[in-house]
């Protein structure tokens, strides 16, 4: 039973977590806020890629 509690106050890292969560919390709301900025530039970047990618795999046959 000691042991089991000493467990429940053993909280290394849970600021850790915590600041994990918090960040992606509000990356997500910045997300939610400029995607209709963001969404335009990531589908021209994300198309480039997939052009290079048809290109490179066009000259290796």
Do not use: H
């Not at 990531?42 to 066009?58: C, F, N, T």
């Amino acid at each position: 039973m000691k042991r089991y509690l000493s467990c429940l106050k053993n909280q290394k890292g849970q600021g850790t977590t915590e600041y994990i969560i918090i960040l992606a919390i509000a990356v997500s709301l910045a997300l939610v806020v400029f995607w209709d900025q963001i969404k335009p530039k990531l589908s021209d970047k994300v198309g480039k890629i997939a052009s290079g990618i048809e290109r490179a795999g066009a000259d290796n046959p």
